[in-house]
Nanobody, 119 residues
């Protein structure tokens, strides 16, 4: 069973920084891409950033220049460095693993971690 575990959320003041971490486990042979999505109250889940196994990245326009996604040295880990945070970044952030090859194949989500940007 593939599992994604996120950590690093919390409360931060506007202009501050946070670093989210996500580790995938469960007899994984390969993952095509990992990424971060977020969902604010009353809004649909939206893409924040993704990174493929070859290192190609994709960012939402709203976070370009402020957020950086990276893969960890440990296999199947991904990080999201968030700088210059704004109140509108407040949301539950979800880790995603796409095109996972394991005992089963599929797309998997973490349980989510809350990020609140407020003074």
């Amino acid at each position: 069973q593939v599992q994604l575990v996120e950590s690093g959320g919390g409360l931060v003041q506007p202009g501050g920084s946070l670093r989210l971490s996500c580790a995938a486990s469960g007899n994984i042979f390969s993952i095509y891409a990992m990424g971060w999505y977020r969902q604010a109250p009353g809004k649909q889940r939206e893409l924040v950033a993704t990174i493929t196994s070859s290192g190609s990245t994709n960012y939402a326009d709203s976070v370009k220049g402020r957020f950086t996604i990276s893969r960890g040295n440990a296999k199947n880990t991904v990080y999201l460095q968030m700088n210059s945070l704004r109140p509108e970044d407040t949301a539950v952030y979800y880790c995603n693993a796409d095109r996972v090859i394991s005992i089963t194949r599929g797309n998997y989500w973490g349980q989510g971690t809350q990020v609140t940007v407020s003074s």
